[in-house]
């Protein structure tokens, strides 16, 4: 592991760093601006929420044409009526890649089409362009200097895995984090005397990662991972972190970790699930602060946190019940418009919470919530109105995408957007974390399909025709509308482009002129057969 020398500050502020990453709490621009580079990777969750962030939220976690009753046959309860026994991996699963060769960090993928309307394939190539243009990784800038963000990161390649595309960026994002594991999951203070820290639940997040993009996990960039986190659980069941300052372990990585020993086929203990079943309060909602005492106060139930843990609960069994509480206490919260809150600073209807909410939805069957999570996610997808470099991606919420479509020409992708769409694009593809793979994959993501716009022209004073128009249009209107901005069809490839105008009378004045001319032709033969 690198060593690297930090001041307790920094290492404050990188727990805070790890915790919006896998919370979706906001970024935390607002917080120290003093971090030194390995500070972003202090800790997956922290115990105490972000409040001084805005709302920038991060990003976990979605497949193409989203359509949540593939997934999810029953609308009032979870798909599980009665305990289910834990899951096997299934038979067909790809073989995990034994070593930690950066070189197969993926799986082999095929090439895809260059274009596309379908929402979930445009938004894997707006993460897919990201990560390229950011060196295979997104970064958090604090005092004009960027950090690496690996929570961040791990959850486009979750959303990238889930879409089914962008598998070559997808291996070299994943490659980059199992180069910088160290980094990540644990903390090097540069003394041999004292034990390296470790976060649990960043180890819990890179040990999904890396059963998704079918990666050894017991050989992730020389780390095992299964029992790295194994080690962290107490007696109690409780994934804890090992640290001289804090145990920043919560709600989240305490998910992570069921959802990723499962998919590793490592057994998950019953006081491991029996603990996350503790945090559930009386209203249904689970806490995001763990307590060995459990949750007696529905003030302190998360939705983002909820959604965390059904799916977790979901995965490994034994608990429809709860996990059906859980989904109860979601649908309440749901907007009409399919919108979710979470808590504190993010408590506004967003991208982040829908997606995750949109995930336990279609974990626990329930396809209307789950249809209408993914109707507000694509109500906020850009599309062919702004510039390609945003095209595909999800805004966080109504008031960021409305001031995108305002910038227009001048609007560029934020951390915001690389957050909120990687958060979404779970729910979208309508694929849980339990059910994230690889496995299919295309190599390369495509692009929006957007029709040409045919240039107006002006004539000038010397009769040169002046161009007035050249923008581009297609699927995607930029108006805000309740219908996802990418799921209209694009013009057919050789079509041409509509100009506003009604196409109706040049229609019926051709199709008078060319009777005419018929008629001509028929009457001049007539004439030069009687000659």
């Known amino acids: 592991m690198p060593t690297t020398l930090i001041r307790p500050g920094a290492r404050a502020l990188g727990a805070l760093l790890v915790s919006a990453a896998l919370v979706g709490a906001p970024s935390v621009a607002s917080a120290d601006p003093t971090p030194e580079p390995s500070a972003t990777a202090t800790a997956t969750a ?17 497949e193409p044409t989203p359509t949540a009753s593939a997934t999810a046959t029953a609308d009032p309860s979870p798909t599980a009526t009665a305990d289910p026994t834990p899951s096997e991996p299934a038979a067909d699963a790809q073989p995990f890649v034994r070593g930690g060769d950066a070189r197969a960090y993926g799986v082999a993928a095929a090439a895809g089409p260059a274009t596309s309307s379908d929402p979930v394939l445009v938004g894997a190539d707006y993460l897919e362009e990201q990560l390229r243009a ?51 999951a644990s903390y090097d203070d540069g003394d041999p005397t004292t034990v390296d820290d470790i976060y649990a639940g960043s180890v819990a997040k890179l040990l999904t990662v890396a059963t998704a993009q079918g990666v050894d996990p017991t050989a992730f960039g020389g780390w095992d991972l299964v029992a790295t986190l194994q080690d962290r659980e107490n007696p109690q069941g409780r994934f804890v972190d090992q640290t001289t300052w804090a145990d920043y ?30 945090q559930q309060c ?18 302190n139930a998360d ?50 919470s829908t997606g995750l909410a949109g995930q336990a939805f279609l974990a626990g069957g329930r396809t209307a919530q789950a249809r209408a999570a993914q109707q507000y996610l694509g109500s ?23 001031a995108q479509v305002t910038a227009g020409d001048a609007a560029a992708p934020s951390d ?13 593809a309508g694929v849980p974390l339990g059910a994230v793979t690889a496995s299919g994959s295309a190599a390369e993501a495509p692009a929006l399909a957007c029709a ?43 079509a041409l482009a509509q100009t506003g105008a009604s196409p109706l009378l040049p229609v019926l004045v051709g199709l008078v002129l060319l009777a005419a001319g018929a008629l001509a032709v028929y009457a001049s033969r007539r004439r030069g057969a009687h000659a």
């Open 46 to 62: 922290t115990a105490t929420p972000t409040t001084t962030e805005e709302p920038s939220p991060t990003a976990t976690t979605e």
């Open 134 to 184: 950011g060196g295979h990784h997104f970064s958090v800038e604090f005092g004009g200097v960027a950090y690496p963000d690996y929570g961040v990161t791990a959850d486009a390649v979750l959303a990238l895995a889930a879409a089914g595309t962008g598998q070559d960026e997808a291996t070299l994002a994943t490659a980059f984090l199992a180069d910088n594991v160290g980094s990540y």
């Open 249 to 278: 372990s919560n709600t989240f990585g305490q998910s992570f970790a069921l959802l990723g020993l499962q998919r590793a086929g490592a057994p998950v203990s019953a006081n491991a699930r029996a603990y996350l079943l503790a």
């Open 282 to 299: 009386p209203g249904g909602g689970f806490a995001l602060e763990m307590s060995d005492a459990g949750c007696s106060d529905d003030a």
């Open 303 to 352: 939705p983002d946190a909820t959604a965390m843990a059904v799916q977790a609960l979901l995965a490994v069994g034994g608990a429809a019940t709860e996990a059906g509480a859980g989904l109860d206490y979601l649908a309440a919260l749901q907007n009409s418009d399919g919108a979710v809150g979470g808590a504190g600073p993010t408590a506004s209807p967003n991208a982040n």
């Open 380 to 402: 906020l997808q850009y599309g062919c109105d702004l510039p390609a470099a945003l095209r595909g991606g999800i805004a966080y919420d109504r008031a960021a995408y409305d």
């Open 416 to 428: 915001q957007d690389r957050r909120s769409t990687s958060q979404a694009l779970l729910a979208l």
């Open 452 to 494: 040409t716009r045919t240039p107006t022209s002006t004539p000038t004073s010397t009769g040169t025709p002046t161009s007035t128009g050249g923008a581009t249009t297609g699927a995607g209107s930029g108006t805000g509308s309740t219908v996802a901005p990418v799921v209209a069809a694009a013009a057919p490839a050789g």
